[in-house]
């Protein structure tokens, strides 16, 4: 009994190599989904890093809302700034203008922090908009 059988050491390397084959297949499907995965946060990277250069660009909103002041600058009575904020105080508007205002103000891509639109009188509107920078 000295003697290992030549059978029993081929059916051991057999089972070594069928476990050797089963990790490796198990580790490609692990690294081929890492993969996707990979992609899928590069492209969602990317996506932020466009959406914050877009919306995050200060100078980009200042001239955005120095383009809504001057659209709506007849009825513009003050403009103050605190920090990262404007506010805009409009006054004297009708119907017809301030709903194209506020369809400007919506339709833009301005960062809109308040607004409130209060009735002044005789068919006229008063308006408070506060603009993030």
Do not use: C
Request: net charge positive; hydrophobic share 45%.
């Amino acid at each position: 009994m000295n003697r290992i059988n030549p059978f029993l050491i081929l059916l051991l390397l057999l089972a070594l190599l069928a476990v050797v084959i089963w990790q490796d297949r198990r580790l490609q499907g692990e690294i081929v989904a890492a993969q996707e995965r990979l992609v899928q946060l590069e492209r969602l990277g990317k996506r932020l890093a466009s959406l914050k250069n877009y919306w995050g660009d200060r100078k980009l909103q200042e001239r955005r809302i120095n383009q809504f002041t001057t659209f709506a600058a007849r009825f513009v009575k003050r403009k103050e700034r605190h920090g990262r904020k404007v506010k805009l105080y409009l006054a004297g508007i009708g119907p017809k203008d301030a709903d194209r205002i506020v369809s400007k103000l919506l339709n833009s891509f301005l960062k809109v922090g308040t607004l409130k639109i209060e009735t002044a009188g005789k068919g006229e509107l008063s308006m408070e908009v506060e603009l993030l920078l």
